[in-house]
């Protein structure tokens, strides 16, 4: 069996970070050994008086830990880091437990619509841009991508404009970018595909649904994530990612579910069993 080092936070509340992973990653027939960055109560979108553990003292001799047993993941995939101290240590873990056939995903979860997470800043920004230089491939968003490259963020764009944003972004990666929150229309969402191996880019869509849905970032990458190990294609795995989180979302929406607290997921897991060629 496979195997893919999730490194992210555990939040309790959410339905993001690791409590996403870990099911999507399982129901592809993949074993995700997490590596715990933090552990909070609740992710902190919309919630007031969440508890919060910092792991990072930790996770260097976890993954020594994990070294000396002679562990090396088919992937390593990361998601939000919360500190400068924390992409060190990871760009460290990288190091030390990938080889030739180690796939790197990462996911640069920093900003959106516009501005940076609480407590970021600039030098967050440059960190997280060498961290992604280690990359097979990145999924940003658009806002993401601006702080990665200094594009002008614009809420109303073009092809011209995403091409030229990923044309930046694939001097940071190996094999591709997944750009993320793409829409040309106000009833459609989804994402540009670049594939380095070809200089192709790709878009796939699906409905758009008013309101803001956290944790999808995090099931989009660990599914994708998934595709990738399984050694589906690029855009198969881009594709099948998007579709299992238009899905989710619609289920919520129809359900009119306080959308703070997740996405319902969890009836779509059978949709990742399908396509990835896993039954229970």
């Not at 699906?206 to 595709?227: H, I, M, P, R």
């Not at 881009?238 to 959308?259: G, N, Q």
Request: charged share 20%; glycine share 8%.
């Amino acid at each position: 069996m496979k195997r893919i080092a999730a490194i992210h936070d555990l939040s309790g509340i959410g339905k993001c970070s690791l409590t996403a992973a870990i099911p999507v990653i399982s129901a592809a027939g993949i074993e995700c050994n997490p590596v715990p960055t933090a552990v909070l109560s609740s992710h902190t979108g919309e919630m007031e008086g969440y508890t919060f553990l910092d792991l990072t003292d930790n996770m260097q001799g976890y993954c020594r830990h994990w070294k000396s047993l002679g562990i090396t993941p088919d992937a390593i995939y990361t998601g939000y880091l919360g500190s400068l101290s924390q992409i060190e240590v990871v760009k460290n873990i990288i190091d030390d437990l990938s080889s030739t056939d180690t796939s790197v995903v990462v996911d640069p979860a920093m900003a959106d619509s516009g501005i940076m997470y609480k407590g970021f800043t600039a030098d967050f920004a440059s960190a997280m841009k060498e961290l992604c230089r280690k990359a097979d491939y990145i999924l940003p968003n658009i806002t993401e991508a601006c702080f990665l490259t200094g594009a002008e963020y614009k809420t109303e764009y073009n092809k011209q404009y995403i091409e030229s944003i990923i044309s930046d972004l694939s001097s940071l990666v190996k094999k591709g970018v997944i750009l993320t929150g793409v829409s040309f229309s106000p009833d459609k969402i989804g994402c540009a595909v670049f594939d380095k191996s070809n200089s192709s880019v790709s878009y796939y869509f699906t409905e758009k649904y008013g309101g803001v849905y956290y944790g999808t970032g995090d099931l989009f990458a660990s599914a994708f994530t998934a595709g990738i190990t399984k050694e589906f294609s690029l855009n198969e795995s881009a594709e099948t990612s998007l579709e299992f989180v238009h899905k989710s979302i619609r289920e919520t929406y129809l359900a009119k579910t306080d959308t703070r607290f997740g996405v319902a997921f969890e009836n779509h897991l059978n949709y990742i069993y399908e396509k990835y060629g896993r039954k229970i």
